[in-house]
């Protein structure tokens, strides 16, 4: 799968760019390639190379069904460290199998554990947890350390301050130290994944990582109403010997409940197609040699509209917001002109001003079209300019009881 996205130069319009994709719908277009052409000829291509799975057994503390969802490669692109299953938050490491070209979930090669599963949030003794963080949101391996974001999943004060705490050896995630926690100056507006700026941005940001989140928890008074953007240096907090402290960050994106990115949450009008309150963002990177932001998540609702413990279409009662229609789900993903970041950091825009230039369901293997929102995480490798994403309930092969998430993998050819 290939597809690709053309840059232009700036003119204020809601069509800023346009897309050629092959397996992306991109929204407000009936068929499934667009060709805006304009002058500006810079390209990218995202060429799916393939996808494996992992094993459903149990590994220490923690087994892969039901999935966090948070995780991130080490920087070799060999392992990757990732949060197992939902009602344990614990972290293990698993070896990177050759990625297979199938659309059958049982022929992908399955990834080898390297380190067990080992719970932090839940371990006091190597971890002070006083305000009773219970949900991994982010990890980053940063020189060698794992650095790992957290939050509580119903804040209802939204008074947590504690953000973050560091595994000081990835590699030996049984017996290292742990510090934190750390407070990120966004809190849990920021407290989502983290990706490292490329070269020219670290300059003009005086920043080398990007932290970001979305309201994918309960209480939104504590989270960013849209996909957020905010700047750090969390490298300088690798290698120190620091138990805990502040770490500085610069807004760039931010929203509100007073200044949502849309206002619309619920769709009443009909008219968002943009984001929604069930809508959920996992990660963003702006992309190499680009002044793209590319953000993935999930939406839904923008068809069939929202309501609040409404009855669906099929009778089914829910508990809190959704789509009136049960399929009215999908896979999603927003791209923001970073350029506009430096406009919030130059004070000629606010930070809950910025739009997406652009927006769309994502067609990916294993998710049946327009019906499925299975994205659960995501991370970019700049080493190696490769993507992965997970998505959950995929493999059904290994339980009759349980179902393995798949990932997938997309290389970035400039």
């Not at 990007?210 to 849209?226: C, D, K, T, V």
């Not at 957020?228 to 509100?256: H, Q, Y």
């Not at 950091?345 to 769309?360: A, V």
Request: charged share 20%; aromatic share 14%; glycine share 6%.
């Amino acid at each position: 799968m290939i597809f690709k996205l053309r840059s232009y130069s700036i003119i204020r319009k809601l069509s800023l760019t346009a897309i050629i994709l092959v397996g992306i719908i991109h929204n407000g277009h009936a068929s499934e390639t667009t060709d805006q052409l304009l002058p500006d000829d810079s390209t990218f291509n995202f060429e799916y190379l393939g996808a494996f799975r992992f094993p459903i057994k149990v590994f220490g503390s923690s087994r892969m069904s039901y999935p966090n969802g948070s995780f991130t490669l080490s920087p070799n692109g060999k392992t990757i460290f990732v949060a197992g299953h939902d009602h344990y938050q614990s972290i293990a490491e698993f070896l990177i199998p050759e990625l297979r070209l199938t659309k059958n979930p049982s022929e992908l090669l399955i990834a080898a554990n390297v380190q067990p599963f080992h719970p932090f949030l839940r371990n006091t003794k190597r971890l002070e947890n006083p305000q009773k963080l219970d949900r991994i949101s982010g990890m980053e391996v940063i020189e060698g350390e794992l650095f790992v974001n957290a939050l509580e999943f119903y804040d209802a004060p939204a008074d947590n301050t504690h953000t973050t705490f560091i595994v000081r050896d990835a590699y030996n995630l049984a017996s290292a130290k742990v510090d934190g926690f750390f407070t990120l100056k966004g809190r849990a507006h920021s407290a989502g994944w983290m990706s490292k700026l490329p070269k020219k941005w670290q300059e003009i940001f005086s920043a080398t990582y990007l932290n970001g989140y979305a309201p994918n928890h309960a209480i939104n008074s504590r989270l960013s109403m849209g996909p957020s953007a905010f700047v750090s240096n969390l490298d300088i907090f690798a290698g120190v010997d620091e138990p805990r402290g502040l770490i500085p960050t610069t807004k760039l994106m931010d929203f509100s409940v007073k200044h949502p990115i849309h206002k619309d949450v619920y769709n009443k009008s009909g008219n968002n197609k943009v984001w929604t309150e069930i809508s959920e963002a996992f990660y963003g990177f702006i992309l190499p040699n680009n002044d793209f932001y590319f953000v993935i998540g999930n939406s839904g609702g923008h068809e069939s509209k929202i309501g609040y413990k409404a009855t669906q279409t099929n009778g089914n009662k829910c508990g809190g917001p959704c789509a009136f229609d049960p399929k009215d789900y999908y896979n999603f993903y927003w791209i923001f002109d970073v350029n506009d970041f430096v406009a919030v950091k130059n004070g000629k825009k606010k930070s809950y001003e910025l739009l997406p230039i652009n927006y769309g369901k994502l067609q990916l293997p294993f998710a049946p079209s327009n019906k499925t929102r299975n994205i659960v995480g995501a991370d970019f490798n700049e080493n190696s300019e490769t993507l992965y994403i997970m998505l959950k309930d995929v493999d059904h092969t290994q339980s009759q009881f349980e179902r393995a998430p798949v990932m997938l993998a997309y290389k970035i050819k400039l």
